[in-house]
């Protein structure tokens, strides 16, 4: 039947779709994704909605026809609801560029909680890299910057002088950072190449994930332990957020280190793990230069009594 021809349906017209060919598909795949560029999407969500996209042209969907879509959806048993809903998303994206107007089904996606692993694993991973690799995540760990965050950063954001890092090109509608690092990082940071104008100089971040794939399966292979084998970018973030939350019990503080503009996303960093409370570690300063040690030791000033400073950190 051509394109625009009507058949009769249970008392209402309905219009058949016409069949499209995969490279037809595929074709309007392409004019989608370069849309999405024009608008400025995140290079993320263009990579993401294209292969989900791809993935249902593969299963058999005409992408102009929804019901064709629901149809196969609901025979993919083996997929969950969460891969449903992402892919439902960019299917939407997809009809609302082309001005069609579908009920689609919804999904009830489950956010489950981020693995958290030890200070000590973080600093094996760290230690086993190379060293662009070992000075990218040891930046992820003070930072807790997304790793496109950290891959886009330049010499012009790091501060030698305040000795601070600059989150100046924030991801996912986040706010830009300025974040403290420690001498060691300093030091890590000032031994790479100034050749480029950014700081770290993978060709993209798919490279620099399939370089720290590698070193992750070394690392687990080489030490036993297969829970590094669960550590991915991201979760130095979560790793960051989790032990600021424990440390100081101030959800506004991982808030702006996160970048985060609410709460919404910040909650979960409340119950990953139960670290016991084993009290504070007293110290005392009488000059200045002793206070200034305690607070670079990560003390926090207290009170003032007999002429002494008194300054905790929690053990």
């Not at 058949?16 to 849309?35: C, H, M, N, T, Y």
């Not at 010499?155 to 305040?162: F, G, K, N, Y």
């Not at 036993?224 to 669960?230: A, C």
């Amino acid at each position: 039947m051509r394109r625009g021809d009507e058949k009769l349906g249970r008392g209402k017209k309905e219009v058949e779709v016409p069949r499209r060919s995969e490279v037809d598909l595929k074709g309007a795949i392409v004019q989608f994704l370069w849309q999405l560029k024009k608008e400025n999407r995140s290079e993320d969500t263009i990579t993401t909605y294209g292969y989900s996209l791809e993935i249902l042209v593969k299963r058999g969907v005409n992408l102009f026809d929804p019901e064709n879509f629901k149809d196969v959806m609901a025979r993919q048993t083996d997929w969950t609801e969460t891969r449903k809903h992402n892919i439902t998303k960019a299917y939407r994206c997809f009809l609302n560029q082309h001005g069609i107007k579908a009920t689609l089904t919804k999904y009830k996606v489950t956010r489950k909680l981020p693995f958290i692993p030890t200070e000590e694993e973080i600093d094996q991973l760290i230690a086993s890299g190379y060293k662009q690799m070992a000075t990218l995540l040891q930046t992820l760990k003070e930072t807790a910057a997304r790793i496109g965050e950290t891959w886009k950063l330049e010499w012009d954001d790091l501060d030698t002088e305040a000795r601070t890092l600059n989150i100046s090109h924030p991801e996912k509608g986040c706010n830009p950072r300025k974040r403290p690092i420690s001498a060691k990082l300093m030091t890590m940071l000032l031994s790479l190449p100034r050749n480029n104008k950014r700081i770290f100089t993978y060709k993209s971040k798919d490279v620099a994930g399939k370089t720290f794939r590698a070193l992750r399966k070394r690392t687990a292979k080489k030490l036993g332990n297969p829970r590094l084998l669960k550590i991915h970018f991201h979760t130095f973030r979560h790793w960051k957020a989790t032990m600021e939350y424990h440390k100081t019990k101030d959800l506004i503080h991982v808030m702006q280190i996160l970048g985060h503009k609410s709460l919404r996303y910040v909650l979960i960093y409340t119950q990953l793990i139960d670290i016991p409370d084993e009290g504070y570690s007293c110290k005392t300063a009488k000059t200045i230069q002793e206070a200034t040690q305690l607070i670079e030791g990560g003390f926090e000033y207290v009170t003032e009594m007999e002429g002494y400073k008194l300054f905790r950190k929690r053990k």
